[in-house]
């Protein structure tokens, strides 16, 4: 039952809002203090909030997504900089360039993905991503491709903070704080794509290898598209081979090159379909 169709026994909000404007224009209610506490920005960004702050973004896009009905997702991670493939030669380093292949293949792997999940609904394997451009844009361009809704996670940045133009507006999301927003891609997440990428997206990696690793997290498919920019950068082998981490642990991600690829190493993962809100 949502606030519409709830009965009510105390005055709204809102509407106490409302006669707050109309009353007379005094000194005592020009004071800040005089505001209603939840209707005073001022108020609700002091340092002594931010624990109220905190709840209200994880609990904004988490109604947001129950009213959608919106069950399961498949993130997106991958680098703001890395143009499509019609733009390359616009990219500032022949290694960009290069990369741009992977727009491509983000925006047909979102496509896909969207197919499937509105063929079934819509309210499973959303596409989610982080809002910007680059492989974000490419993921929420791929659904809307096929017609289909995708999420996007926006976070409050010097640069790169706009959201691109495809994302669904009703899913579109701005944040302040980035674990809040981690919170939120992995929540529901069935599986994660990640894409070659900067510091943002290796620390979105190294922090979804580490939930699973521990078993904060269901194990779902971390799939990481283009090996040789994956082994050039990290040398994950030598993690093993240190001791600093398992051997075993080298299955938690598969390498895949292209949309097909991946959508079938989605399709063969053991466990799938079994969705996860695995960091509780």
Same mark, same amino acid.
């Given at each position: 039952?949502?606030?519409?169709?709830?009965?009510?026994?105390f005055?709204?909000?809102?509407?106490?809002?409302?006669?707050?404007?109309?009353?007379?224009?005094?000194?005592q209610?020009?004071?800040?203090?005089?505001?209603?506490?939840?209707?005073?920005?001022?108020?609700?960004?002091?340092?002594?909030?931010?624990?109220?702050?905190?709840?209200?973004?994880?609990?904004?896009?988490?109604?947001?997504?129950?009213?959608?009905?919106?069950?399961?997702?498949?993130?997106?991670?991958?680098?703001?900089?890395?143009?499509?493939?019609?733009?390359?030669?616009?990219?500032?380093?022949?290694?960009?360039?290069?990369?741009?292949?992977?727009?491509?293949?983000?925006?047909?792997?979102?496509?896909?993905?969207?197919?499937?999940?509105?063929a079934?609904?819509?309210?499973?394997?959303?596409?989610?991503?982080?809002?910007?451009?680059?492989?974000?844009?490419?993921?929420?361009?791929?659904?809307?491709?096929? /017609?289909?809704?995708?999420?996007?996670?926006?976070?409050?940045?010097?640069?790169?903070?706009?959201?691109?133009?495809?994302?669904?507006?009703?899913?579109?999301?701005?944040?302040?704080?980035?674990?809040?927003?981690?919170?939120?891609?992995?929540?529901?997440?069935?599986?994660?794509?990640?894409?070659?990428?900067?510091?943002?997206?290796?620390?979105?990696?190294?922090?979804?290898?580490?939930?699973?690793?521990?078993?904060?997290?269901?194990?779902?498919?971390?799939?990481?598209? /283009?090996?040789?920019?994956?082994?050039?950068?990290?040398?994950?082998?030598?993690?093993?081979?240190? /001791?600093?981490?398992?051997?075993?642990?080298?299955?938690?991600?598969?390498?895949?090159?292209?949309?097909?690829?991946?959508?079938?190493?989605?399709?063969?993962?053991?466990?799938?379909?079994?969705?996860?809100?695995?960091?509780?």
């Amino acid at each position: 039952m949502n606030d519409q169709t709830r009965p009510r026994r105390f005055p709204d909000a809102r509407t106490d809002v409302q006669k707050w404007k109309k009353t007379p224009d005094t000194a005592q209610t020009r004071s800040p203090t005089y505001r209603l506490a939840f209707n005073d920005p001022d108020f609700l960004c002091r340092d002594e909030l931010r624990p109220v702050r905190l709840q209200l973004e994880l609990l904004k896009p988490e109604m947001a997504f129950e009213e959608a009905g919106i069950e399961s997702t498949i993130v997106m991670f991958g680098g703001a900089r890395i143009p499509e493939a019609a733009k390359r030669d616009s990219a500032r380093t022949r290694t960009l360039a290069a990369l741009s292949k992977y727009y491509d293949e983000a925006r047909e792997f979102a496509r896909l993905c969207t197919v499937k999940s509105m063929a079934s609904g819509g309210r499973h394997d959303v596409i989610i991503t982080g809002g910007g451009p680059g492989v974000m844009e490419a993921g929420n361009r791929g659904a809307a491709d096929a /017609g289909g809704r995708s999420i996007s996670l926006n976070i409050v940045l010097p640069h790169e903070q706009a959201p691109n133009r495809y994302a669904t507006p009703e899913l579109c999301f701005n944040f302040h704080y980035f674990a809040i927003r981690k919170m939120h891609f992995l929540m529901r997440a069935k599986a994660i794509t990640v894409f070659p990428g900067g510091f943002g997206t290796l620390d979105e990696l190294f922090e979804s290898l580490t939930l699973i690793q521990t078993g904060r997290m269901d194990r779902i498919p971390v799939l990481l598209f /283009g090996r040789a920019f994956w082994e050039r950068i990290v040398n994950f082998s030598a993690l093993a081979d240190a /001791g600093t981490i398992a051997h075993e642990d080298l299955n938690l991600f598969t390498f895949v090159e292209t949309a097909a690829e991946a959508i079938n190493a989605l399709e063969t993962f053991n466990g799938a379909n079994q969705a996860t809100r695995g960091t509780g």
